[in-house]
T-cell receptor, first 110, second 113 residues
């Protein structure tokens, strides 16, 4: 089992809809979790971090963490075409190793 | 303020050669980490350096090595290049050791022929 797993997609949603991106993780990766966005040909940029169970909201983005189910999700409300990118879930192990999932490609259709 | 800068941006090598990639972190950031990203995959952790010491190593062969300098810049070296080393090599800096926020450079794209 990979440390962090994501559905590669693509996930297609219409403009204005809610996009839901999901990620599961192994026992090795249990401290804190991050969502990065990567536009095609660009480097990843941090969107959200979440450290404890529950929801964390930042603007149109909500990260959810369920440690019992080893599950992390990212919700994007009112999706815009500019949100079209690959979303990478990452977990931090031992405070110094990041494990990234393979990414989910999101397409927001105008 | 300048972000993370990497050089060179693109390079082509042949099998068996050696390559050195360079990275300058954001001013004030003391931690630098290196990642390999193959097309269609997420970044894979190679090394983390903090205060010139190696603080973490991923599952890469000994052909991969790195170091960090007193000004916190870093180099990644790969010896005896293989075709499978072709990838985007990303450098990321962060303010400290136990922070989860990484700031990535634009990467060095290595092609091995």
């Amino acid at each position: 089992q990979k440390e962090v797993e994501q559905n590669s997609g693509p996930l297609s949603v219409p403009e204005g809809a809610i996009a839901s991106l999901n990620c599961t993780y192994s026992d090795r990766v249990s401290q804190s979790f991050f969502w990065y966005r990567q536009y095609s040909g660009k480097s990843p940029e941090l969107i959200m971090s979440i450290y404890s169970n529950g929801d964390k909201e930042d603007g149109r983005f909500t990260a959810q963490l369920n440690k019992a189910s080893q599950y992390v999700s990212l919700l994007i409300r009112d999706s815009q075409p500019s949100d079209s990118a690959t979303y990478l879930c990452a977990g931090l192990y031992n405070f110094n190793k990041f494990y990234f999932g393979s990414g989910t490609k999101l397409n927001v259709k105008p | 303020d300048a972000g993370v800068t990497q050089s060179p941006t693109h390079l082509i090598k042949t099998r068996g050669q050696q390559v050195t990639l360079r990275c300058s972190p954001i001013s004030g950031h003391k931690s630098v980490s290196w990642y390999q990203q193959v097309l269609g995959q997420g970044p894979q952790f190679i090394f983390q350096y903090y205060e010139k010491e190696e603080r973490g190593r991923g599952n890469f062969p000994d052909r991969f090595s790195a170091r960090q300098f007193p000004n916190y810049s870093s180099e990644l070296n790969v010896n005896a290049l293989l075709l499978g080393d072709s990838a985007l090599y990303l450098c990321a800096s962060s303010p400290g050791l136990h922070t989860g926020e990484l700031f990535f450079g634009e990467g060095s794209r290595l092609t091995v022929l």
